[in-house]
């Protein structure tokens, strides 16, 4: 038998695999994200996502200009509110003097050139855990937008280039849109959260906010009266296609690996940039993997990050970001 097509011809060596290699990441498609707490040169280890911090505001510019010098150019913002400040209505969320809006404006005085994504939802600022307004039990949608909409146009206000609202309210794309318009925010951009799962791998994020649901009976557990069932594909694609009727100028797909269907999918109807976002639980599973030295923690941040790419991602949301450049550069 001849065997006349031999595909391991191409696979040769690396100068053969590097001229026929589809996907090749690039600093450009990293998005870090960071979470910002009260006080003066503080920073606090996150003993779930190792090498990640929540850092005080002076210390962020510092983390953010290593991160701007190494070419990573957006950065995804979150804050630790102290609990004094939550309470059912979030409205420590649209205060102009906020945590989040002084550190807005304090990365964009320092680092001018780097892209300010602030994560627009209430779970943060909610004494329930909920990424909206609790009425008789549920997470109540109209009010929530209402909420949202003054928390975007506050961090706008503030000098935010785009603002990410990961809430999964039905309709807070269209009220945000209009909200920054008729604020005088043209060129605020939106990167909405269009298909994002009730996941089980969002727990170290939670732990590094405080910010998880509370054990209360009059108040769902969990968030799957708003995330999306994790059994779900169709679903996906309807909530992409309105976000995109309503005015996202991004669309995201959330968790990252475990969902990368998903991410193929929406690829093959829009156009818009698709972000991913490589969550915490995806970081703590491979930094504990590392750390045990059951897989080489270098060779699969780029494994993981390079085939997020190769699903249809322009650009990655991942805790990875800066020890990535850090290889890419090198
Ligand atoms: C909350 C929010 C979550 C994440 C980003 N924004 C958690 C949640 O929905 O409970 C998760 C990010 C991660 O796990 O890395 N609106």
């Known amino acids: 038998m001849i065997i006349y097509s031999r595909n391991r011809r191409l696979r040769t060596n690396e100068s053969i695999r590097s001229l026929v290699r589809e996907t090749v990441l690039t600093v450009n498609d990293f998005v870090m994200p960071i979470f910002v707490m009260e006080g003066q040169n503080q920073h606090e280890p996150i003993a779930s996502m190792p090498g990640i911090y929540r850092r005080s505001i002076d210390l962020t510019i510092k983390e953010c200009r290593e991160l701007f010098d190494l070419g990573v150019k957006a950065v995804n913002l979150y804050v630790k509110v102290p609990e004094n400040l939550k309470d059912n209505t979030g409205k420590e969320a649209w205060n102009d003097n906020g945590l989040m809006q002084t550190a807005i404006k304090a990365i964009k005085d320092a680092v001018p050139g780097m892209i300010l994504m602030p994560d627009v939802a209430l779970d943060p600022y909610s004494i329930y855990g909920h ?128 969902y990368l269907d998903i991410v193929a999918k929406t690829r093959e109807i829009t156009d818009l940039p698709i972000a991913v976002y490589n969550v915490s639980g995806e970081y703590a599973m491979l930094k504990a993997a590392a750390q045990n030295g059951w897989i080489d923690n270098d060779k699969a941040i780029i494994e993981s990050l390079t085939c997020i790419k190769r699903a249809g991602a322009d650009m990655i949301f991942t805790y990875a970001a800066k020890e990535a450049a850090i290889l890419l550069n090198n």
């Open 131 to 258: 990424d909206g307004i609790i009425t008789n039990g549920q997470v109540e949608n109209d009010a929530t937008n209402d909420a949202l909409v003054k928390m975007a146009v506050s961090h706008a206000k503030a000098g935010a280039d785009v603002v990410a609202p990961s809430d999964m309210m039905d309709g807070r794309v269209m009220a945000i849109r209009e909200g920054l318009e008729d604020a005088g925010y043209h060129n605020v951009g939106i990167l909405s959260y269009a298909a994002k799962y009730a996941s089980s791998l969002y727990g170290p994020f939670r732990s590094a906010l405080d910010s998880a649901p509370v054990d209360n009976n009059d108040i769902p557990k969990d968030k799957k009266t708003y995330q999306m069932d994790f059994a779900n594909a169709r679903e996906a694609i309807n909530e992409v296609l309105k976000d995109v009727d309503e005015g996202a100028d991004i669309i995201m797909i959330k968790p990252g690996l475990p």
